[in-house]
């Protein structure tokens, strides 16, 4: 949960950025107060701008350290007339990766492409008894929107671009689509059911990859939590390349704090090797300051650094956040 | 005409960005050679990532004077099965920016939304002879893309939407839309072509407004070259709020220069009196530098003046540019 100013300092994002875009494409101009006091506006609210440097993105993701976001001009579209899911279920990783690339491939751009690993399904079904879902599988959530006709036309496309890869296809649409969702939303609170004593907890992580690397990301997870026996439960924006991974421990046992710490590291440096991001749509706070630099290299987060230091000479604005020194 | 390192350094755009966005939505992450000769690369070949300043976008429009881009990750959409064009043809300005208005709240996008004004449609049909559009009157071109159905679909949708208010509409494909394409992308030649003595040249302006403010910009500018009595082409991408408008004058006359400096100044003023830019897609330079700091109040000015300073101390990097002292 977030508020718009949240939003936008973190540049979060959601299922519906793969059709729609980030928070980022959204802000058309913002009112932020400056270390110094002065107040400044970032842009017109005009739908294209090319007009010096653009302070708008520049304000937007980066976590309160540069300003204090104030007011913010946003572009709104208009509510789509129909909404279909497609559900496809693979046997493998690597498949479900394969068809979603041939569905992009094909010019469909979905309104959301959601995969919710085998594992993760099982927990959703057990805490969801209306979750008409048989199958035991890796499966992808396609959502298009639109109209009727172009609704009807992708959902038919895209279950027809996975029937020879997938197990099983179908499309749902009404309550059956909204319970699907409503489970989907509630990924982590039904993490939290399967533990009545409340002794454990979980850490989501964000990466990020480009999305033919999604099949190697994942067995390197699996690989990660095998050997460290942490259960492991992963989802993601599939669409976007970006996977949350969910790390249990329980709480009151030292050595699995530890394992978790390691975990976690290992994951963010198995997303930085495939060539990714630690972050997708969190952002980098304190929980990731220490890769930041790693991601970028020293040249160009000591960049980062020297803006920091031209908007924010005292270091006032949430200081300790991405790692400054 | 221009390059992709030059496209990148302006955030250029065109015809199609109302429905696929500037090139700012497409550079995934650049190389580039800062001022003291370190080569940094500005993010990740991920399609999301919340992980720092977003270098990539202000690099994205900053016209060179923060480092030299030297290579660029761009992502790209497969192109589209079909397209349409519906052309609409209005008696007024202000009916015809309704009618766009109208056609984006039905959550219709169409991959192009472009405006000619009733002198330049003339002067267009004059240069080709293919052209066959009987009507005088402003036209608009709104072209969709996508598969034969949805095409279909949305064509239909925005001539229905645009019949009310039109005096005619209809609905090409194949050639007829290629002639008509390739006479809009060639204005310019045109304009060029009715002067056989090549003793006057044309000055092209880039503001841009809130979409609703476009027929107050048209007023404005009428206005202002019938007061000044010189010949003015207005054509632009209604669909972002961006009107070009082409001043004429002879080369040979001194008056005419002046005319034109005041007219284009005139202009400029009157995009920002309504909320709007002194460019769109065409950058600051130096032929609108002094406008820069109007449009963005002194104080987000400075902002990006210590943002050049602290990216290049000594002021080499093109430098002049965006009236940075």
Redesign the interface.
């Known amino acids: 949960m977030c508020t718009i100013g949240g939003m936008i300092a973190?540049?979060?994002?959601g299922m519906r950025?793969v059709k729609y875009?980030?928070v980022?494409?959204y802000v058309l101009d913002l009112e932020v107060v400056?270390a110094d006091g002065?107040?400044?506006?970032?842009g017109?609210?005009?739908?294209?701008?090319?007009?010096?440097?653009?302070?708008t993105?520049?304000f937007?993701?980066?976590e309160g350290t540069?300003g204090v976001i104030t007011r913010a001009g946003l572009k709104i579209?208009?509510?789509?007339?129909t909404r279909k899911l497609i559900l496809a279920f693979f046997d493998e990783a690597d498949i479900a990766s394969h068809a979603v690339i041939k569905v992009?491939?094909?010019?469909i751009t979905p309104s959301a492409c959601e995969i919710l690993y085998k594992t993760t399904l099982s927990v959703l079904k057990l805490c969801n008894s209306r979750l008409a879902i048989a199958e035991e599988a890796d499966m992808i959530l396609f959502e298009v929107d639109?109209?009727e006709?172009?609704t009807d036309?992708a959902a038919r496309?895209i279950a027809e671009i996975c029937k020879p890869l997938a197990l099983s296809t179908r499309i749902v649409s009404g309550l059956e689509m909204q319970d699907i969702w409503a489970a989907r939303r509630l990924v982590g609170a039904a993490i939290s059911q399967l533990d009545p004593h409340k002794t454990r907890v979980y850490m989501g992580e964000d990466v990020?990859?480009?999305?033919k690397e999604m099949p190697a990301l994942i067995r390197r997870v699996q690989q990660i939590a095998g050997k460290l026996d942490i259960p492991a439960m992963k989802y993601g924006?599939i669409g976007?390349?970006?996977l949350h991974v969910a790390l249990f421990i329980d709480v009151a046992d030292q050595l699995q704090w530890e394992k978790l710490r390691l975990a976690a590291d290992r994951i963010h440096r198995a997303a930085l090797d495939l060539?990714?991001?630690?972050?997708?749509?969190?952002?980098?706070g304190l929980a990731?300051a220490e890769y930041?630099m790693e991601?970028?290299?020293w040249?160009?987060?000591s960049?980062?650094h020297?803006?920091k230091?031209?908007?924010d000479p005292k270091g006032i604005l949430n200081p300790g956040k991405?790692g400054f020194p």
Do not use: W
């Open positions: 973190n540049n979060s994002s950025c875009g980030t980022r494409n400056l002065r107040v400044i506006h970032t017109k609210k005009v739908l294209k701008s090319s007009a010096g440097y653009d302070l993105r520049l937007v993701g980066s540069l579209v208009p509510f789509p007339k992009f491939s094909e010019g639109g109209t006709i172009s036309e496309q990020g990859v480009p999305i924006h976007d390349g970006n060539g990714g991001t630690v972050s997708s749509e969190h952002g980098i990731r930041l991601q970028l290299g040249d160009a987060f960049l980062m020297s803006i230091r031209a908007l991405m």
